[in-house]
């Protein structure tokens, strides 16, 4: 039984609101900032509250949100959450135009954005920004996605929805989407542009300059917003480690997070070779399989087959077992078994006929399942789940990775379109470990390939992050302690510089690690330069890690109020103009001098499922 409350607006045969998504991306290497705009009119005779319940990539730094009615422009402002709805409700009840979005408090990459009090034949475009670093594929590709689809979330038995956006999620099949969508791109980076990719039609590239460092590209036209957008931006030299420093904001404080510079560091470890090889390959690998209702036709196949082509891929001597879940969960052995030539066959021809036939997507107690076994000597246990993350409890099952991330690593896998981003790359980042996304059969062996590469790597432990700065500025971590580092991948560090230095302007990072016991160490010089018109991204990018890592603390806590780790939250999203799930964007229109008459009708506006 599904228990998400869903409903269809096709059958209603409601007008919808939402006439046109406009996109403009712009990458930066590895950083794309994101305006979408909104535009809608209400082409009934009564004033309307239009209500969007959307995706954004899970770990978005929404930084900027507006409305234009007519001729005026109404910049948001981010409040405590509460204090923000109220303001969206008081103004709709005197008759005043308002705009709220708010982030989901269970998910942060489903956005409810309200549209209210838009009088009969008028119309408002809504303009969102966001920033968001874009992740390295296994085949050196960066991976941008505009996530169009939103799925029924799923919520387990006995789980409490918070109130607000994981209430109503309205969709329709893609096919009937009945907005449009515009899209446009635009990379720049100090390396050549050699190629850009997409699972949907593009026009040809084109070169900006001689070098082919600034490059531009648009979707063919005619493009329904029925499916996710997928860009795959190829450079011609393999990616380098980099420290970008930005300047602070002039008109904040200074010896604040937004006033002072921040530093974003990607890392890019290689380990020694001769450590690499004498390390021999072993471990426990537990397969987690969603067998739920909505894992059906594609997905199940293309999970199935992700995981045929890994459970091939265990060495000899490792040790397995398989699970599946949906409302209850099966496993194929009582215990991990040794892998063999026997075990193998025999669970080859289970995972052949496995069908999404179990129900809803009750993950967390396999996962308790899991945890409980005891583990077996001399073989570190990998956990790969395989999952569309159709569930509305994100942050608990992220939560309960995370506190079991001691005695395993979790490796992540979003199978067919819509997959949530919040949960995959959670559960990879909090469980050490590798997110992966597959949308087909297309790349997928080396996606495969990589994650059981990095399985098979052991633990890089005892990270430090030291840094060698002039005398009188200061470093404040941002992010919270490296927990994993794996060969050749992109490992990210943000960092605030405080004070002033009149003699030396540069600086010197070391990244000291333990391979198999084998004590190793990444050193980069950089300069304290401020990079030219980056604006306030990387601050941003920057709250918004630390703003992620503060809501994981007050998880932890378990729902005990603890006033000052939201408080903290709070007054960070509002500091950094950068959305939690504490705080809600509000516009009102307050040069309205009349007041709309007549009671409000609310419009759902449906977003496609897969």
Not at 419 to 425: D, E, Q
Request: charged letters at 20%; proline letters at 6%; one cysteine or more.
């Amino acid at each position: 039984m599904m228990a998400s409350c869903c409903g269809l607006l096709t059958s209603q045969k409601e007008p919808v609101p939402l006439k046109s998504v406009e996109v403009e991306l712009e990458v930066r290497d590895h950083v794309a900032t994101v305006v979408s705009t909104l535009n809608y009119q209400n082409q009934e005779d009564k004033p309307l509250e239009a209500v969007f319940v959307f995706p954004l990539p899970g770990d978005a730094a929404v930084c900027h949100f507006s409305a234009k009615v007519g001729q005026t422009e109404i910049v948001a402002e981010v409040k405590e959450k509460q204090e923000a709805r109220e303001e969206y409700d008081d103004a709709l009840s005197s008759g005043q135009q308002a705009f709220l979005l708010e982030e989901s408090e269970q998910s942060p990459d489903i956005f409810s954005l309200s549209v209210g009090s838009l009088p009969p034949g008028e119309s408002a475009s809504i303009r969102l920004e966001y920033v968001t670093e874009l992740a390295v594929q296994a085949d050196e590709g960066l991976r941008f996605l505009l996530p169009a689809v939103l799925n029924p979330r799923y919520q387990p038995q006995g789980s409490v929805g918070s109130e607000g956006v994981n209430v109503q999620v309205t969709s329709v099949p893609a096919s009937l989407v009945p907005y449009t969508l515009s899209f446009s791109a635009r990379v720049s980076s100090p390396r050549p542009v050699s190629k850009v990719e997409s699972s949907s039609p593009l026009d040809p590239l084109q070169y900006l300059n001689t070098e082919q460092t600034q490059a531009m590209v648009k979707l063919a036209a005619g493009h329904k917003f029925d499916r996710d957008v997928e860009l795959l931006i190829y450079y011609k030299d393999a990616h380098q480690p980099s420290a970008v420093v930005e300047a602070g904001r002039a008109s904040s404080q200074h010896g604040s997070l937004m006033g002072d510079p921040v530093v974003m560091l990607s890392l890019y470890p290689e380990f020694p070779q001769a450590v690499m090889s004498s390390v021999a390959s072993c471990g426990e690998f537990v397969f987690l399989l969603d067998r739920s209702g909505s894992m059906g036709g594609e997905r199940i196949k293309n999970a199935r087959d992700t995981l045929l082509l890994l459970l091939k891929s265990v060495p000899l001597g490792c040790y397995f077992n398989i699970y599946s879940f949906g409302s209850t969960f099966e496993h194929i052995f009582p215990k991990s078994e040794e892998y063999n030539q026997k075990t193998m066959e025999e669970a080859l021809k289970k995972v052949e006929k496995m069908e999404a036939d179990l129900g809803g997507t009750e993950i967390l107690e396999p996962l308790k399942h899991i945890y409980r076994q005891p583990s077996i000597p001399s073989q570190p246990r990998q956990v790969f789940v395989f999952t569309d993350g159709e569930v509305g409890n994100t942050k608990e099952v992220i939560y309960l990775v995370k506190q079991n991330s001691a005695s395993h690593r979790c490796f992540s896998f979003g199978i067919g379109e819509g997959a949530s981003s919040a949960l995959i790359n959670g559960l990879a980042k909090e469980g050490g470990g590798h997110a992966q996304f597959i949308t087909g059969t297309d790349r997928m062996q080396p996606k495969v390939m990589q994650s059981m590469r990095f399985a098979l790597q052991p633990s890089v432990v005892d990270v430090s992050v030291k840094w060698d700065l002039p005398s009188g500025v200061s470093v404040t971590a941002l992010s919270p302690p490296i927990a994993a580092l794996f060969q050749g991948q992109r490992s990210l560090v943000y960092a605030q510089f405080t004070g002033q230095s009149s003699e030396a302007s540069e600086g010197c990072v070391t990244v000291a690690y333990s391979l198999a016991g084998h004590p190793s160490q990444t050193q980069l010089q950089f300069s304290l330069k401020p990079a030219k018109d980056s604006g306030l991204t990387i601050h941003r990018l920057a709250a918004r890690t630390l703003i992620r890592s503060l809501e994981m603390e007050e998880s932890e806590r378990g729902g005990q109020e603890d006033a000052g780790g939201k408080k903290k939250v709070v007054e960070l999203s509002v500091q950094s103009g950068v959305s939690s799930a504490f705080t809600a964007f509000i516009a009102v229109n307050k040069s309205n001098s009349e007041a709309i008459q007549g009671p409000l009708v609310r419009r759902m506006v449906p977003a496609p499922s897969e």
